[in-house]
């Protein structure tokens, strides 16, 4: 099994603090997971894979996705066990050149001919469900705790209802339905997942993703109001008397236009992440293990206005340090989710097995970061 490596940083950066109340007490029978990922050492190898990257032209960015997703497992524990990623650099390096060719052509197509990418992409559409089936296979092959690895054991039919269907009827209700779809497909993720000789099952709760989305817009409308009230209210006071057309007007209105491009990017940034993070809250509290007839629950605890309070310092974090900061942003996260988590197991987790397994093609799982598509896992 992977050992997670020391922290040896020397790297005077803020400590990942999450925000609002600590997490309450668990049960005694509850196992908590943890994080003890340092920011320093994962600011080392976030910079390097970038520095990397960009002098081999993107072709070390499969090691660098394998050397990320090493430090981020190793330092994720349960029961005192850390988990590990065992993926290959060579396999996802394949997978991506592959996807990349695949977007030059498109990019190549609509070049000589405007417009046939789109019909391309559309032709392209009935391949999501192998190539979601695909991704999830290599990711949870690929992944273990305590050297036993997960599993996905689904077909690529089996994801045309979710994701196929479930875009369809999202376009056609113009995203009213886009939570119960969203629900649909996760729930698809979760109920072909396994552990050992255990699956993973998850019950309905369409009403509480219609909430998180309801909410999350809500929150962005409010913040929207607010800050156009409060831009006109200072536009109206600060240069209300003076001429139309004058130099201060007009320098004010660049200023005005500047901070609200800037309060958007915020809000898109911070609500998009709380919105992923809240269905997810909703995924672990409505998820078990089942061992033949013995379930183990999970519960998570955070909440939205903390999740808010969250992403939206992240994201203003982000903003101005230009992206320096964003191995801090993603750790804190990452430390604040994990502590908000637990599992109840109704006995001992030794009678867990599993045989050894392939991790299979990398393909799939390229093809989820190409194409900028999001499993919400």
Same mark, same amino acid.
């Given at each position: ?49 970038? *520095?990397? #990257?960009? +002098? /081999? !032209? =993107? @072709? ?11 430090? &981020? ?94 875009? *369809?009827? #999202?376009? +056609? /209700? !113009? =995203? @009213? ?11 698809? &993720? ?98 078990? +293990? ?88």
């Amino acid at each position: 099994m992977h050992t997670a490596p020391p922290d040896d940083t020397q790297l005077s950066l803020p400590k990942n603090t999450p925000p609002g109340p600590p997490p309450a007490p668990l049960t005694p029978d509850a196992l908590r997971f943890s994080f003890s990922g340092d920011t320093g050492a994962f600011f080392r190898i976030w910079i390097v894979n970038i *520095l990397l #990257s960009i +002098l /081999t !032209l =993107g @072709i070390y960015s499969a090691w660098g996705k394998v050397r990320t997703l090493k430090y &981020l497992y190793g330092h994720t524990r349960l029961a005192g066990a850390s988990f590990d990623y065992h993926g290959k650099p060579m396999a996802i390096l394949k997978g991506r050149l592959l996807i990349v060719a695949v977007l030059v052509a498109l990019a190549l197509a609509d070049k000589l001919t405007p417009g046939l990418s789109a019909l391309l992409y559309l032709v392209l559409l009935p391949l999501l469900p192998w190539v979601v089936v695909t991704a999830m296979k290599f990711r949870l092959r690929n992944t273990s705790w305590r050297q036993m690895r997960f599993n996905f054991q689904a077909k690529a039919w089996d994801a045309a209802g979710p994701y196929l269907a479930g875009l *369809l009827i #999202s376009v +056609l /209700t !113009l =995203g @009213i339905a886009l939570p119960y779809a969203r629900h649909w497909q996760q729930q698809f &993720l979760v109920n072909h997942a396994r552990f050992g000789n255990a699956g993973f099952e998850m019950g309905k709760c369409v009403g509480g993703y219609y909430r998180v989305f309801l909410k999350g817009m809500l929150c962005a409308l409010l913040g929207f109001v607010l800050i156009g009230a409060i831009l006109g209210l200072a536009s109206t006071t600060v240069f209300g008397g003076m001429p139309r057309g004058s130099l201060h007007n007009m320098l004010w209105l660049v200023i005005a236009g500047g901070l609200l491009y800037l309060f958007f990017l915020l809000m898109w940034l911070a609500i998009g992440q709380v919105i992923r993070d809240g269905l997810a809250n909703e995924v672990w509290n409505h998820t078990v +293990l089942d061992n033949n007839g013995r379930r183990h629950r999970f519960e998570s605890t955070v909440t939205l206005r903390q999740l808010f309070n969250l992403h939206l310092g992240n994201a203003f974090l982000m903003l101005i340090s230009l992206g320096l900061l964003y191995p801090y942003a993603r750790l804190r996260a990452l430390r604040y989710r994990l502590e908000h988590l637990a599992m109840y197991p109704t006995d001992d987790l030794a009678d867990l097995r599993a045989k050894p397994m392939s991790g299979r093609t990398a393909l799939g799982d390229a093809a989820v970061d190409g194409f900028e598509l999001d499993l919400g896992l």
